[in-house]
């Protein structure tokens, strides 16, 4: 899953794709580089970031979910948003996948991913209930069996759980989690991590987001061999390279 942010306020490539140009060459450069998913999103989740209302998010995802279908009507797009509104509209414009990083926070966002029988990332998000590391994998195996539950009851069979590296957890307990990743394949549904170039490989490398490529690539793999389906990454280049190398060791 490649990461297309068209925000000026994300923590590592704000910014860099806000012109139509440079949106799509962007899409053109992961499409040939391997990605299978473009998640594409309007509002950056990093502390502190500049707010941006759901008028603002619906009409740029809109606009720019429209022109990447036009010129690459192949692609399978992945939303980033939290605001049921704006995913009600971009599943009818042609998105592909829902990636909610609020674990359902709007109220109507299970009713219009069953509505549409969207495929949905279902994200822990623990910013506003801190735990500690003892009681994290009970807390997040409940909150994802609860949610699945009422996900399938509306209708949502394409359920992906995320454990929301990052959202309200310390650099502890996301180390801890890649760990322990094993533990929720009980859920029987496919893990999406979003690890790429966090400021939990910045803390212990004591590096910014530009050089974290290295602890990106490692921290992946890991997640790879305990059990991630899905890598959301910025270098879509080298974690294709590391997906393809992990298939053949474990063909073997």
Do not use: W
């Amino acid at each position: 899953m490649g990461i297309l942010n068209i925000t000026e306020d994300s923590f590592f490539d704000g910014g860099r794709y806000i012109s139509e140009t440079a949106v799509l060459k962007r899409v053109e450069q992961m499409l040939e580089e391997g990605t299978t998913i473009i998640d594409l999103g309007a509002v950056s989740t990093k502390p502190n970031a500049i707010k941006v209302d759901e008028n603002q998010e619906f009409t740029s995802i809109q606009k720019h979910l429209r022109l990447i279908l036009s010129h690459f009507p192949e692609a399978h797009i992945s939303i980033d948003t939290f605001r049921a509104a704006v995913a009600d509209m971009a599943i009818q414009e042609g998105a592909a996948l829902i990636n909610d990083v609020s674990g359902g926070a709007d109220l109507n966002m299970f009713e219009v991913v069953g509505k549409h029988q969207a495929p949905y990332i279902l994200t822990h998000n623990n910013r506003n209930q801190p735990l500690t590391t003892q009681e994290l994998t009970s807390n997040m195996l409940s909150f994802f069996g609860n949610n699945i539950e009422i996900l399938l009851s509306k209708g949502v069979k394409d359920i992906i759980i995320d454990l929301g590296f990052g959202f309200g957890k310390t650099t502890e307990q996301n180390y801890y989690l890649i760990h322990h990743l094993e533990t929720f394949l009980i859920l029987n549904f496919p893990i999406v991590v979003g690890i790429s170039r966090k400021s939990m490989i910045q803390k212990i490398l004591k590096t910014s987001p530009a050089e974290s490529l290295t602890g990106t690539i490692t921290l992946n793999t890991v997640a790879l061999q305990r059990g991630a389906s899905i890598l959301r990454v910025h270098d879509v280049k080298q974690c294709a390279e590391i997906i393809k190398l992990t298939n053949v060791l474990y063909s073997l």
